[in-house]
């Protein structure tokens, strides 16, 4: 009877060590996880095995996230701070609308209120998208949106976008700022090219998924640490 006992009880124990033993999800904040980039972000972050947080306007719109859900807008320090408790690291995917004739601050008002919280509750992690046409990025897109989209539809996003880069380059954060090419909604392939040096790239677009993956990598991976990549196919 009691060598039974002894071994039930050693198996308890056995199972609770390993329970407690068990290192804790690295809890990742995403702002803009609504987006179509967003979206597929917190969906790597559950198959990576972190556990994600979106700091949302409208939680309706995220009811079909498998994520912490914070309720706020990502320029309202005040909700930021609410959002990164506990948190480990950031990745930025916000978006804004083409407006080519209102001014775009979204961008650089986010990121500034974001940048300075963090540097308040301790948090060093940032991975931030962009996108290619952002500082020296410029004129690396193809023809068609460099001369006509970007002149026409998205120079006061980039012009916001440029001020975002300024501000997180300054900001004293282990930053990476991701510049994708032109985003397209195909299957996800599995393989992406992260270019610094751009002088043999010249357009090309890339899949949501692949940047998702990409970003999600940079959460713990310092080899891009302080710089800006171009991701491509």
Known sequence: MLEAGAEALADIGSFLAGLLNKPAKKRVLVLGATGGTGRGIVKTLNERRFAPVALV????????????????????PAAIARALDNVDAVISALGTPASPFREVTLLSTATKALTEAMRNKGVKRLVAITGIGAGESRGHGGFL???????????????????????????????????????????????????????????????????ADFVVDQVENDAFLGKRPLVTW
Do not use: C, W
């Not at 306007?57 to 309202?76: C, Q, T």
């Not at 004293?172 to 195909?186: M, T």
């Open 57 to 76: 306007r409208s939680p309706e719109k995220a009811r079909d996230l498998d994520a912490v859900i914070v309720k706020g807008d990502a320029s309202d």
């Open 145 to 211: 949106f460099d001369r006509i989209i970007m002149p026409l539809l998205l120079r006061k996003v980039y012009a916001d976008k440029d001020r975002q880069e300024t501000i997180i380059a300054g900001s004293g954060l282990d930053y990476v700022i991701v510049r994708p090419a032109v985003l397209n909604d195909k299957p996800r392939r599995g393989t992406v090219r992260a270019l610094l040096d751009l002088g043999g790239f010249h357009g090309g677009t890339i899949a949501r998924s692949d940047v």
